[in-house]
């Protein structure tokens, strides 16, 4: 005599016991467990004599998978944020004592030093503009690279004023402007500043560098690491 009712049809309770052993070993897999016995309490209560279509239950199976492989995906999401968070911390750490290229517009001068920055060009350029201003706004020096390619363009300012004295100390700031396909732009400004220390997060977020003279950035506003 065939199964009575109530009881699964042939082959499907080892298949039913081993999808709940493999779902109660998940950790957090409650929702998973919930599907499961649903299924199962369809299938003990269903009508002997219009017992489920056989598509319908591997539809119903389909979706369980589905649901499964969502829960496994969401563990892998997890270790791959957790793996490229190390990373990070790990490069950030490398970084400390080192001079790295940040975007500001301002730098500051000191006693007998020089200045190097960059400035970052989207395209080739004909002709490249540097002006360094006071603190009051005045142009204190100005300098032409003329054509330039496409990319990072390194710069060193040596302190020095249009009329050949020595910059006091302090405060100074940067544009740059370039002329591209007969059009001038400004472009951004990079200045070097040295690492100091690297605070890391613990909910997740980018570390965070500490830099002199400038203070707490994230690792992501880095152009370039000297």
């Given at each position: 005599?065939?199964?009575?009712?109530?009881?699964?049809?042939?082959?499907?309770?080892?298949?039913?016991?081993?999808?709940?052993?493999?779902?109660?070993?998940?950790?957090?897999?409650?929702?998973?467990?919930?599907?499961?016995?649903?299924?199962?309490?369809?299938?003990?209560?269903?009508?002997?004599?219009?017992?489920?279509?056989?598509?319908?239950?591997?539809?119903?199976?389909?979706?369980?998978?589905?649901?499964?492989?969502?829960?496994?995906?969401?563990?892998?999401?997890?270790?791959?944020?957790?793996?490229?968070?190390?990373?990070?911390?790990?490069?950030?750490?490398?970084?400390?004592?080192?001079?790295?290229?940040?975007?500001?517009?301002?730098?500051?001068?000191?006693?007998?030093?020089?200045?190097?920055?960059?400035?970052?060009?989207?395209?080739?350029?004909?002709?490249?503009?540097i002006t360094i201003a006071d603190a009051t706004g005045q142009t204190v020096r100005q300098f032409s690279l003329g054509a330039q390619d496409q990319g990072l363009v390194d710069f060193e300012w040596d302190g020095l004023m249009t009329d050949g004295e020595r910059a006091v100390p302090g405060t100074y700031t940067l544009s740059a402007s370039a002329l591209i396909d007969g059009a001038s732009e400004a472009?951004?400004?990079?200045?070097?500043?040295?690492?100091?220390?690297?605070?890391?997060?613990?909910?997740?977020?980018?570390?965070?560098?500490?830099?002199?003279?400038?203070?707490?950035?994230?690792?992501?506003?880095?152009?370039?690491?000297?």
């Open positions: 005599m065939d199964n009575p009712i109530g009881l699964l049809p042939p082959g499907l309770e080892s298949l039913s016991a081993d999808r709940q052993t493999t779902t109660e070993q998940k950790a957090g897999a409650l929702e998973q467990e919930q599907f499961l016995e649903l299924m199962l309490t369809q299938l003990q209560n269903q009508d002997p004599l219009k017992p489920m279509e056989s598509g319908e239950f591997l539809g119903d199976l389909a979706q369980f998978g589905t649901v499964s492989g969502i829960g496994e995906l969401k563990d892998s999401f997890n270790s791959l944020a957790a793996s490229l968070q190390s990373s990070q911390a790990l490069q950030a750490s490398t970084m400390v004592g080192r001079n790295v290229l940040i975007e500001r517009d301002t730098v500051k001068l000191a006693e007998q030093a020089q200045v190097p920055f960059a400035l970052e060009l989207p395209n080739a350029a004909s002709d490249v503009r472009v951004p400004t990079f200045i070097q500043a040295p690492v100091e220390s690297v605070t890391l997060s613990r909910d997740g977020q980018p570390p965070v560098l500490n830099l002199t003279d400038i203070g707490a950035v994230e690792l992501g506003t880095i152009k370039r690491v000297l």
